[in-house]
């Protein structure tokens, strides 16, 4: 059958105008694919250890959420402070509350909440997925901060950095407040540097929010703020009628500053009102976590924390290339000292600055950091392609063969980045798969050990999780359970005379006590008068086959 010819020029007309959309939007399409590829690695595992509780902290998110039901909004905690979290995984049960009475799932309140008890899987799955929006909404975010501040390449590659950093990954999966904190932070960098670029103030009203917002997740990202004191600094070498051309004024950037302080406190108290309501609890927990120490967390002197984070977090987290690469990359911005590139590295520098000078070190701190350690690479390589570029131009333009070899040495050079991180984020995320060793557990205790009261330290039996990081007495059915963060704290003796049948422990724990046994010697004489026993059961890490820490059960005589 013949085509018309005007049926034809039509479909042609058509393909030009998609080709061209596709052009104008390669960018966004570009992104948008890799932030697919960032989401997939961050759905996939989402769902580990459900209905069991494996990560201690999310519990303290979701319960504080779900209290709130009962009409007192007061988190009553603000150790992070992290209760815009709370208020959002609030209003997540409150959709899904809705969204069940629809369909008769639930009768009324009582029955959501005995939901909750019985089975808190869609719970934290709920959860969940805020953390993995944010991560994937910050691939997003800083591919258009490095758009912003380079060049379409430098926020492509920066965002498909991002989307494969394990750290990050892993990070997604659970309730805390890193994650989204640390979306806050680059929404804010981002419409500074956009305000400085244009000058619309709506966009230093956003930057102030986006800090209100990151300061209100987690304090320390309060850091933040120091974009708002350059952009002060900056604008007062300039001219104020440019920035208020009806109210000249001779102090209009203390002004300027003033306005952008009030707009984050406003933030802080709209999303976090309690802190101010309840300050003396606020001011406790603040304290507490101030001058709390942890187990396995403590700091090293400066240098040692420094290189601790480089070598033991960073290059493990992206590989020595993309580690390297960032270095150029911040090199290159401190050589050319443009305001723009220092208000972009501001932030990262002085925060990491502050993670090495605290008491403790954790990974999971510098997760903020690394969107800038994946830009500033992203940058070096962007500079590298255009030495590459501006090299072989002659020779490009009389053999446009040479063209394909340079693009299979830029595809060659983008995958020795990509590599290390992408099998990582793999393998990280096929480890959260696996059956835990705590589930094992649970089932074999329940099959073999019918009844008995058991000590025993976290991350081992879990029969409830409503008592999952509990430390104290409870009993579950026929078990009567003393749970301590360690029972290292007693003797053996002392759990005779409650009449223990059973101790259980885990090697979370006494890794993290042989780690620093000059510190903690009776502990660690404990655990090994244990290890010179003959354990009833032990359940073990096996690698590609079982996750989870190597959990051991004996007997007392």
């Not at 007192?72 to 815009?84: A, D, E, T």
Request: hydrophobic share 45%; aromatic share 18%.
């Amino acid at each position: 059958m013949m085509v018309a010819p005007g049926e034809m020029r039509k479909e042609y007309e058509v393909y030009l105008m998609v080709s061209s959309w596709i052009k104008k939007e390669k960018f966004r399409l570009a992104l948008c694919f890799i932030a697919g590829v960032g989401l997939f690695f961050r759905v996939w595992g989402m769902w580990f250890g459900l209905p069991l509780l494996l990560h201690p902290d999310e519990s303290v998110f979701v319960e504080k959420a779900m209290r709130f039901t009962t009409g007192n909004l007061n988190p009553q905690w603000f150790g992070h402070p992290g209760n815009n979290l709370m208020y959002i995984l609030f209003f997540e049960f409150i959709g899904y509350y809705l969204f069940g009475s629809l369909f008769n799932w639930f009768d009324g309140v009582e029955v959501f909440k005995d939901h909750f008890f019985a089975d808190p899987t869609v719970f934290y799955i709920l959860g969940r997925s805020v953390g993995v929006l944010s991560g994937t909404l910050s691939v997003i975010a800083i591919g258009y901060l490095g758009k912003r501040l380079v060049n379409e390449r430098v926020g492509i590659i920066s965002a498909l950095f991002l989307s494969l950093s394990p750290l990050s990954i892993e990070n997604s999966k659970y309730i805390r407040t890193d994650i989204i904190g640390t979306l806050f932070v680059i929404i804010a960098i981002h419409y500074g540097l956009k305000y400085w670029d244009s000058r619309c103030r709506k966009y230093f009203v956003i930057t102030s929010v986006g800090i209100g917002m990151a300061a209100a997740s987690k304090y320390p990202l309060a850091i933040a703020g120091v974009t708002v004191l350059l952009l002060m600094d900056f604008l007062r070498m300039e001219s104020s009628e440019r920035f208020f051309p009806k109210y000249t004024q001779k102090n209009y950037h203390i002004k300027f500053f003033l306005i952008s302080c009030l707009i984050i406190v406003i933030t802080f108290f709209a999303v976090t009102p309690f802190f101010f309501i309840d300050f003396k609890t606020a001011y406790k927990d603040i304290v507490v976590e101030l001058g709390g120490t942890h187990l396995g967390a403590k700091s090293l002197p400066l240098p040692r924390t420094f290189w601790w984070y480089i070598h033991d977090v960073l290059q493990k987290d992206f590989g020595l290339p993309i580690l390297i690469g960032a270095g150029l990359g911040i090199f290159l911005s401190i050589r050319n000292c443009e305001k723009r590139n220092i208000l972009v590295l501001a932030f990262p520098m002085f925060y990491f600055i502050f993670i090495c000078s605290a008491r403790l070190k954790w990974d999971r701190w510098v997760i903020p950091v690394i969107p800038f350690v994946g830009l500033y690479s992203a940058i070096a390589l962007d500079r590298f392609i255009y030495i590459l570029n501006l090299r072989f131009q002659d020779i490009l333009e009389k053999r446009k063969y040479f063209v394909s070899i340079r693009h299979a040495i830029l595809a060659i050079i983008l995958l020795s980045f990509v590599f290390y991180p992408l099998k990582e984020s793999i393998a990280i995320d096929k480890e959260l798969s696996l059956p835990d060793t705590r589930q094992i557990c649970l089932d074999w205790i329940k099959q073999n050990i019918p009844e008995g009261k058991f000590a025993q330290d976290w991350y081992t039996f879990q029969p409830s999780h409503r008592y999952a990081y509990y430390i104290g007495e409870f009993q579950v059915e026929n078990y009567e359970i003393l749970q301590e963060f360690s029972i290292a704290n007693k003797t053996l003796k002392d759990y005779r005379e409650k009449r223990c049948t059973h101790v259980i422990i885990s090697r979370y724990l006494y890794d993290r006590y042989f780690r620093e046994a000059v510190s903690y010697p009776k502990e660690v004489q404990f655990y090994r008068s244990l290890f010179a026993r003959v354990p009833l059961k032990t359940f073990e890490f096996i690698d590609n086959k079982v996750t989870g820490p190597n959990i051991s059960i004996y007997t007392i005589d």
